[in-house]
């Protein structure tokens, strides 16, 4: 049931891609309203002009109207722009998920704001300028904030379980089918903010809480292979359900932990097995059983990323031909 809410939200996102300004990009924004509407939320726009562009569009709901109470923000970009695909991963997945989640936390009546932000990409080398307006604009508390990104695939083969969770403002997420490595944001952005990711560090830099999941940047990563094709349904299912008991459950809500030393070596461990990889660096980092420093892990970072986009492909295809 839940994998079929997915998917029709999916396909519905990636008929077109998301472009800002695109007719795809304003029917995505038609599709989110009357998603949030058919979910019994009353969707509202926000507007922000970006020079060069004009208008653009988050659009955001409250289960709780008019409350003033301090709410948990649900956020996630829907816009796409450097890649020349739907941007399936890229972010119709946390779409997606960020519905789902809505979806169980409305009908147990919390108290949260779901907000789809536009222009997370870069565009003329700014981006995170809708959750930066939004931020402004938005003058309710925030409790804690829940950010994703990237949540329908995989890193590289051997990551088709894993979710990488960044952030304290959830304890360390757990699921029987999946493995959440709890992870430093030094892991993500090893150059610090200034290399930050995705949405969550509008938040960060205003001082809330706030988690960031991600399943990773794949070899797909602003391409034209980034379709609906390439999702895992039943991955993400257990994500929104993982999420929305997280969520549902208050008074977990303080863990003072940025990651830690078992998920920095799990992590490392299924790097290993993906067998293109440095295995000196790896091994070296494994063996010294702590977490990295600053340095290492932008040596780790400029590795990783490269070699899986190069070879990503064909690992993918060699995987595919073997199912
Ligand atoms: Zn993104």
């Given amino acids: 049931m839940m994998e079929n809410h997915l998917r029709i939200h999916i396909d519905e996102l990636c008929k077109e891609r998301r472009n800002p300004q695109s007719a795809g990009y304003f029917k995505a924004q038609e599709y989110l309203k009357s998603a949030l509407n ?27 109207p008019g409350s003033l109470k301090p709410t948990i923000l649900i956020g996630a970009h829907y816009e796409t722009l450097h890649c020349s695909g739907p941007g399936a991963d890229d972010n119709a997945s946390a779409v997606a998920v960020a519905l789902e989640i809505a979806r169980e936390l409305f009908v147990k009546g919390q108290d949260f704001t779901i907000c789809f932000f536009d222009m997370e990409e870069n565009y003329r080398f700014t981006g995170l300028r809708g959750s930066k307006a939004f931020k402004r604009f938005y003058s309710r508390p925030i409790e804690k904030v829940l950010i994703m990104d990237l949540v329908g695939g995989s890193l590289a083969p051997h990551f088709d379980e894993i979710y990488l969770q960044f ?11 999946l493995d959440f490595l709890h992870l430093p944001m030094l892991v993500v ?11 969550y560090d509008v938040f960060r830099k205003a001082g809330l809480p706030f988690t960031f999941i991600s399943s990773g940047t794949p070899w797909y990563y602003h391409t034209a292979f980034d379709t609906p094709k390439i999702l895992n349904f039943k991955k993400m299912a257990g994500l929104t359900r993982t999420l929305s008991d997280a969520l549902s459950n208050r008074s977990e809500s303080k863990t003072k932990n940025d990651g830690s030393l078992d998920s920095f070596q799990k992590f490392l461990r299924t790097l290993r097995k993906t067998k293109v990889l440095e295995f000196e660096l790896i091994e070296k980092l494994l063996n010294q059983n702590r977490l990295p420093s600053r340095i290492e892990m932008v040596k780790l970072y400029k590795h990783i990323l490269p070699t899986i986009r190069k070879h990503g492909a064909d690992l993918w295809k060699m995987r595919s031909r073997n199912i």
């Fill in 38 to 64: 058919s979910l019994g939320l009353n969707p509202l726009e926000h507007h922000f002009h970006v020079w060069g562009l004009g208008k653009c569009t988050n659009i955001y709901a409250e289960s709780k």
């Fill in 167 to 177: 952030g304290d403002s959830l304890p360390k997420l757990a699921h029987p089918e």
């Fill in 189 to 199: 952005e090893p150059m610090g903010s200034i290399g930050a990711r995705s949405d």
